[in-house]
């Protein structure tokens, strides 16, 4: 038996390309990993800030291929649509937020740190700073600003009724990774 985190994500059964290719989704790439790392796909257009950098208008077949070849646990999380503003629009400022930030830094910002500008833009979440992936999906949950949940090289003995548990980890743990992720980077 699986140890439950009590964060967890109820992920759909099967696997639809056609229903990310539209909408907001929250990309959560190895999902299972300590921290994980996450993105924004808008109507097929993926974004995020990495420790290299930004990844901007990524088209959503180069993500899929990339996951697919590297196996890559992914969750992809699709938000309540937005009631007033357009996709176009969410894209545009989604990019200038990453664009806020040169790369992923230690105490600095996170690849969450655009995305909670983004969040409370558009879904009015207000920012707390030391928040991790796990709580802020959890407030998301909270709030019913998750429509639905797609689970892509997931193995089966990672949910346990539909639930997946996202790892969990301190604010000083995610800095340590950060800080050995950029040295690990700018050694090559």
């Known amino acids: 038996m699986i140890e439950q985190s009590p964060y967890a994500l109820t992920v759909s059964d099967g696997f639809n390309q056609e229903l990310i290719l539209k909408d907001t989704w929250l990309v959560i790439l190895h ?16 974004n995020s800030l990495t420790i290299k950098g930004h990844e901007l208008n990524i088209d959503l077949k180069i993500l899929l291929k990339t996951i697919q070849q590297k196996k890559i646990e992914t969750l992809f999380v699709k938000l309540q649509k937005h009631p007033v503003f357009s996709l176009d629009y969410q894209k545009e400022i989604c990019q200038l937020y990453i664009q806020k930030f040169h790369q992923v830094k230690v105490n600095e910002a996170s690849c969450l740190s655009p995305i909670k500008l983004f ?6 979440l207000d920012i707390r700073q030391d928040e991790l992936l796990f709580e802020l999906i959890e407030r998301l949950k909270l709030n019913n600003y998750i429509a639905m949940t797609l689970g892509l090289n997931i193995e089966s003995n990672k949910l346990e009724n539909y639930e997946f548990s996202l790892p969990m980890y301190s604010n000083s743990e995610l800095q340590e990774i950060i800080k050995t992720e950029r040295s690990n980077y700018y050694k090559e």
């Not at 999902?31 to 993926?46: D, E, K, M, Q």
């Not at 969040?119 to 009015?124: K, S």
């Open 119 to 124: 969040l409370q833009e558009f879904y009015a």
């Open 31 to 46: 999902a299972s990993r300590t921290p994980p790392h996450i993105g924004l796909l808008v109507n097929g257009n993926y």
